[in-house]
């Protein structure tokens, strides 16, 4: 290990904690001199709870606040996986999650184009009620910081981070209020150079094929990312908001790839190498208003959604065969496009013997086109082609909650409609045509046993629809017989959960029982006329399993870990598929913060699981370690040392046979990191009060 960056690290956080430790010493001094004009109380608040297995985490007031991307802060999280490709997020025992930012539906382009600053808690639920979307079965629900005074305040942070090569995050977030008026606005500035690599082996014995590559990117990205909210408190009661975010992403990229191939008789070793540049750019905007209708004692609220994602992605590419000389092989330019718009209403009404009515619709529409154009110079031929996509859903709920003695329940009917429409603009007929409707119901009931211990118990039935960008029509040349592309005929994933929870104080075990219908997987497709492999998602035939959970939450003294603990199996299966066997696995979590005198906070984090067998895939185990020191100083600096992959294990292997096509897989994840966070406050607080309010929103799939 090179431990030059490690070193510097060192010396620069020695010279900051110095520089502001003199800052700080000058402060207490002219301090001295002042009246004491008021008495702060402060409680140690920890940074997980659990409740029924719900866990939430106090971002704002952790170690975590100076992570510099949200994706790196949410897979710290328990339970929760991000991919390797970092395009999407997971909880372990329920697949995709729903996110949700101030109840309002995002997908991963809102969640990148967030500040962390900005974030106050992160809460994992894992039995959402009718009211959240039916698609999904867990959700991460973020809320965000809301002044309760009138106050101004500005973060500005700065962190550098040594990965395999230099990046750096520049923040800025700011927020003002005054009496019923909040405005928020950040900036971030982020210069990354990610390194990927990954490897794959496969064979297809129907053509006599065994081939595998190597394949390694090395890219030059700058992220632009903001945002800005006005938010206006009418009264007591009532509220209006509008806000705005974004990110722009630019990035250049070369792709190296080895490949060796053998088909037949015939053996060929090509080193190709493609040119890329690529741009994606995303813009969110939101209109909400919530009013209490005193007539009839019903709160309203109303919300409408519009949001922009386009990406346009070029590659000039050149194969080298045999160690001859490189060859023009395609010039490709992809774009992609869509547009979603969403409105809500949802009324809640409450009864004086402790029962809540709520009901609601929704409305949503998805508008993409993509674009492929690719130039053959083999051929010297131009492919071109546009497919368009829309899709429509309208949705209505209504959900009864109340206590009936010492029991809490809720019982919860969605029904929701899709229209789904795809064709070629050069086609009259729709190559997907699909119109269905669906019903969700939902319960949980939930009782004391003494005032200790709780018993409850859920049942949902919910949804899984694919991201818009997988069902273009855009495709990644690796090399002249693999590429990566899409599947415009995946479907929906139907899923029927059984739990129960038993808690004991802030200690918790899960019993989840499930069967997903039509999962959503890796594919392998062969094309024997030009002897090209295409790797993509279908849906397999189904999915079924079990997991029990223990969240044990510990504290002593200056000491407060939390620990997760999941026995999961899980059995995947597909006709074309090749069942190898399914087994418990155990996922594993701890974290443990020790809060040291003088204002330090050590952190030591770590997750993993045992080797995967889950039918038709089998996965590698894995075990992560993070370290983290913090330092406060008086009410405006803060410095973070983070040390993210101690042994660098973030590695990734998967295998599985599919259409006949065994493969084995490996990635490498550039998660080894040393990370310096510097983070300066300013501003000032008033004694007026201000009640916080959250919000609820529309839901879009764009990636």
Known sequence: MNYLPLKLLITLLLFCLSLMANAQSETAKDSTSKELKEVVITQSKNTFTNSNGNIKVDVANSVYNAIPNPIDLISKLPTVQVSANRETISVVGKGTPLIYIDNQR?????????????????????????????????VIL????LSKKDSFKTDISETASFKKNYNNYLGFNSSFKKGQLEWKANFNYNRRNPWENHSIEYQIPQANIVSDYDVTAVSKVKDYIFGGGLFYKINDEDYFSVNINGKVRNDT????????????????NVFTLSDNSSSKNFINSFINYSKKIKAIDTKLFAGFQLSNFNQHLWSLVQNNFNETEFQLSQNRDQKFNVDVFSGRIDLEKKFKNEMNWEYGALYSAAKSKSDYAVFDYEKSENTTFR??????????????????????????????????NGKYSTESTALIDKNYTNVFPKAQISFPIDSTKSISIDYSKSVSRPNYSALSMIATYINPYFIYGSNINLGPTFMDVVSTVFQYHNKSVKLTLYQNKNPIYQDFVFDSQTNVLTFTEKN????????????????????????????????????????????????????????????FTFVLSFWGATKQKEGVFERNAKLIFDLSLAKSFGKNWNCTLSYNDVFKNTIYTERFTVNNISSRARYLVDANEIALTLRYSFGKIKDSEFKEKNVNESENRIR
């Open 540 to 599: 397999f035939e189904k999915e079924s399993g079990y997991n029990v959970e223990f969240t044990l939450p510990f504290s002593y003294k200056i000491w407060e870990s939390t620990n997760s603990l999941i026995f999961a199996t899980n059995k995947i299966e597909d006709k074309l598929a090749v069942f190898n066997s399914s087994k418990t696995y155990l996922y594993y979590y701890s974290n443990n913060t020790l809060k040291l005198p003088k204002n």
């Open 253 to 268: 990229f070369d792709i190296n790839t080895y490949t060796f191939n053998k088909n037949q008789e015939e053996e060929n």
């Open 387 to 420: 497919y368009n996509f829309k899709e429509e859903n309208l949705a209505a709920y209504s959900q009864l909650s109340g206590k009936i003695k010492k029991a809490d329940f809720s019982l919860g009917l969605r029904i929701e409609n899709t229209r789904v």
């Open 106 to 138: 995002v997908g991963m382009n809102e969640l990148n184009a967030l500040a962390v600053a900005d974030i106050k808690t992160i809460e994992i639920i894992q039995n959402p009620s009718s009211k959240y979307e039916a698609e999904g079965r867990a």
């Open 142 to 145: 973020i809320t965000r910081k």
